[in-house]
Structure formats: C-alpha cells, structure tokens
T-cell receptor, first 116, second 114 residues
C-alpha cells in the first residue's frame, strides 16, 4: 500500500515563527502536493512538485514556500506564521505515469496547525 | 472558468436509505472525475474514479457514480446507507490541460441517522 507520512499531526506555533511541515512517501511517486483544508472551502492547492527540485504554485501560494531535495520528501514552509494560516494541511502524492492519466492522489493523515 | 460544485454541505439520511451526493463541474471538455472520502481525523481516500469508458463507475464500500456528460454531473450514490458511511465526501476533477492538478469541491458531510 502507498503510504504518505506527515511528520506532525498536531502543532501549535506562535505568530512570526518559521514552521516546517514534512512529508514522506514510500511509493517512488514523481508528484507531490500540499493542500490546505478549511471548513466550507474544501481542499485548496498550495504548491505541487512534479520532480526533484521542481515546484509549481497552486491556487494559494502566498505566505508559503516548499522544498523538494529528494524524491520521497516534500516540505512545506511557513516563513512567518500568521493566525490566518491556522488550518489542516494535507500532503499527497501521485504517479506521473503516462499510461494512467486519471491517476489517483494518495493523502497523508494531515497536520493540524494552530498559530497563536 | 473551470470549477466543481457540490450541492449541499450537509446531507442526512436514515440508516438503510438511499445516499445521493451531488457533484457538477463546468468544463467544455470532459474531465477526469473522482470521489474521495474523509473519515474524522484522517486523510482522504479514493472511493472511485472515472477516466474513460463505462460511465457508471463502481467503487469501494458499495458506492457508485455515473458520469453524465449532458448534465456535466458525477453524482455519488449508495442504495442503502450504513452507520459507517458517516464521513465527509469530496468530489474532485482533473481538467484537461491541468498538469496533474486536481480541483476539489467544498465537500459534503454525510450524517447517517439510526
């Protein structure tokens, strides 16, 4: 089974702190994603990466950055956390197979971040 | 603009009753369509997906969905609800040209009443 592991389930950080959310997948997937989930807004894509050191902005990249130095690991960085970044963050991965255009996205369990 | 809409943020059904969760998309070209389920305090898992071929798609846990191009819909159904179906359900769409990018609906929370 595909496993996407997020390093922290629950975090509490102070306004202005630098926050790292780490994600590791074990299926050799090329694509990795960071989503933010808020009630009534569904999932919104922050950033995605389709290869090592490659990244693309999603729908809401402001206030976030990402790092992908190794294929299996994708980090989300909040340079200076703010209270409006309190949310559930979901990491996901998928295969970039040309044969599977409707390929499935696999999700981690989520990281609940509270910024106070 | 391309978008996906789920009608009803909350749906309640009695145990044993039909489950119908609605999803519509806006696109001139048929996209790839997915339904995901999220149980409390967990990530999302795939229920079913439509890519090409048969328009009625069967998924896990007795769920199925039908792609209707003329109605731009992909509604999720289950003939008989179980208590264990209580969860949040997300419709998701990958529009053509969107490089690996999937757009999610706002979700529908399903409550099953004993």
């Amino acid at each position: 089974d595909v496993k996407v592991t997020q390093s922290s389930r629950y975090l509490v950080k102070r306004t202005g702190e630098k926050v790292f959310l780490e994600c590791v997948q074990d299926m050799d997937h090329e694509n990795m994603f960071w989503y933010r989930q808020d009630p009534g807004l569904g999932l919104r894509l922050i950033y995605f990466s389709y290869d090592v050191k490659m990244k693309e902005k999603g729908d809401i990249p402001e206030g976030y950055s990402v790092s992908r130095e190794k294929k299996e690991r994708f980090s989300l960085i909040l340079e200076s956390a703010s209270t409006n970044q309190t949310s559930m963050y979901l990491c996901a991965s998928s295969s970039h197979s040309d044969r599977v255009v409707g390929n499935t996205i696999y999700f981690g369990e989520g990281s609940w971040l509270t910024v106070v | 603009a391309q978008s996906v809409t789920q009608l009803g943020s909350h749906v309640s059904v009695s145990e044993g009753a039909l489950v119908l969760l609605r999803c519509n998309y806006s696109s001139s070209v048929p996209p790839y369509l997915f339904w995901y389920v999220q149980y409390p305090n967990q990530g999302l898992q795939l229920l079913l997906k439509y890519t090409t071929g048969a328009t009625l798609v069967k998924g896990i846990n007795g769920f199925e969905a039908e792609f209707k191009k003329s109605e731009t819909s992909f509604h999720l159904t289950k003939p008989s609800a179980h208590m264990s179906d209580a969860a949040e359900y997300f419709c998701a769409v990958r529009f053509s040209g969107g490089y690996q990018k999937v757009t999610f609906g706002t979700g529908t929370k399903l409550q099953v009443i004993p």
